[in-house]
C-alpha cells in the first residue's frame, strides 16, 4: 500500500511540475524572444505582469485535486481585466495544454469569459480561439467551448472578423459531430442583428441537418429547434410530425412536438392530444404544452 501511495504521489508531483514549467516559460522569456512559446506573432514589447499577476496564474495553472474545485474557478474570476501580453499567452497555453475534465473544463470556460471581457480587446483572441476549434487533436470539450465563445466574441468586434463566420458555417460540413449544431445555435443568436446572417439561409440549413438521419443526435436536436424558432408562428407544423412519432429518438420527439407548437399549426391539434393522452412523461406534458401554445 505504502509503494503505491508513493507511486501517486510521484506521478502527481510530475504532472503539476511538467505543466507549471510549461507554463511559466511565458513569465521568463518575452514574447518576441527566441524562447518564448507563443502561437500569434505579435510586436516585442516589454513583459509589465506584475508579480501578483504572475502568482495567481501560476495557481490557477497548477492542476488541482478534483476534490478541491472551487478554489481555482474562484481564481480566475479574481483575474484583472487588464492582463498583460505575457499573461495572457500563459493562459492560452494552458487552454490548449492543461488538464481535461469536468472540473478543469469550467476553469477553462471562466478563462476564456476573462480573456472575452478585457477593457482592451486582446488582439490575438480571434487566432486563438479558431486554433483551439480547428486543432482535431485538441480535447472535443474544449472545441465546442472555443466555438461557442466565438458568438459573444463575435459580437464585440467593432471590425467583424470574416473567419469566425466561416467557421460556423464550415461546422455545418460535419453534421455527425456536435460542432454543426453548436455553430447553428450560434447563428441563430447572430441572425438577430448582425450582417451576414441571414434567418432564412439558417433556417434552411438547420432543416437539412434536422432531415438527416444520420447527423449526430444533439446536432439534430439543435437543428429542429433551430427551424422552428427561425421560422415561426407559420401555422403549419407538418414537416414536425415525422419526427414527432414513434420510432424516432425521445429527445427528437421532444423537439419536434415543441416545434408543433412554435409553429401555431391548429391542424395538428388532435396529433398533440394523441401524444398527450397516449404517451408516457415527458411526451405527454410536451405534448400539452405544445397545445397550450397553439390556443394562446
Same mark, same amino acid.
Given at each position: 500500500m505504502k509503494k503505491n501511495k508513493l507511486k501517486i504521489v510521484i506521478v502527481s508531483s510530475a504532472l503539476v511540475i511538467l505543466t507549471v514549467v510549461a507554463v511559466s516559460r511565458f513569465f521568463m522569456d518575452s514574447p518576441g524572444s527566441a524562447s518564448a512559446v507563443a502561437t500569434v506573432a505579435e510586436p516585442e514589447i516589454a513583459d509589465n505582469s506584475s508579480p501578483q499577476n504572475r502568482e495567481l496564474i501560476n495557481q490557477i495553472i497548477t492542476p488541482v485535486e478534483l476534490d478541491k474545485p472551487r478554489k481555482t474557478v474562484e481564481l480566475v474570476n479574481s483575474l484583472p481585466n487588464n492582463l498583460s501580453s505575457t499573461e495572457r499567452q500563459a493562459l492560452y497555453d494552458f487552454l490548449r495544454h492543461?488538464? %481535461?475534465?469536468?472540473?478543469?473544463?469550467?476553469?477553462?470556460?471562466?478563462?476564456?469569459?476573462?480573456? $472575452?471581457?478585457q477593457a482592451e480587446p486582446p488582439p490575438e483572441l480571434t487566432d486563438i480561439l479558431l486554433e483551439l476549434y480547428q486543432d482535431k487533436n485538441q480535447d472535443k470539450v474544449v472545441r465546442i467551448y472555443a466555438l461557442q465563445h466565438m458568438r459573444p466574441w463575435y459580437r464585440m468586434q467593432s471590425q467583424k472578423?470574416? $473567419?469566425?463566420?466561416?467557421?460556423?458555417?464550415?461546422? &455545418?460540413?460535419?453534421p455527425d459531430t456536435e460542432f454543426a449544431g453548436t455553430a447553428l445555435l450560434a447563428m441563430r443568436y447572430l441572425s438577430k442583428d448582425q450582417e451576414g446572417f441571414d434567418a432564412q439561409e439558417i433556417a434552411g440549413k438547420a432543416w437539412k441537418l434536422a432531415e438527416n438521419a444520420d447527423a449526430n443526435l444533439l446536432s439534430r436536436i439543435s437543428a429542429i429547434q433551430v427551424a422552428s424558432t427561425l421560422t415561426g408562428k407559420t401555422g403549419d407544423g407538418s414537416r414536425y410530425v415525422q419526427y414527432a412519432t414513434s420510432g424516432n429518438a425521445m429527445p427528437i420527439r421532444l423537439a419536434s412536438i415543441a416545434a408543433i407548437g412554435v409553429?401555431?399549426? $391548429?391542424? #395538428? &391539434?388532435?396529433? &398533440?392530444? #394523441?401524444?398527450?393522452? %397516449?404517451?408516457?412523461?415527458? &411526451? %405527454?406534458?410536451?405534448?400539452?404544452?405544445?397545445m397550450k401554445k397553439i390556443e394562446n
Open positions: 492543461g488538464p %481535461n475534465d469536468s472540473y478543469h473544463y469550467a476553469v477553462k470556460n471562466d478563462i476564456i469569459n476573462v480573456l $472575452r471581457n472578423d470574416p $473567419r469566425i463566420k466561416e467557421a460556423f458555417f464550415s461546422a &455545418l460540413d460535419e409553429s401555431g399549426d $391548429r391542424t #395538428q &391539434l388532435e396529433f &398533440l392530444s #394523441q401524444i398527450a393522452a %397516449n404517451e408516457p412523461e415527458p &411526451l %405527454n406534458s410536451a405534448a400539452k404544452n405544445a
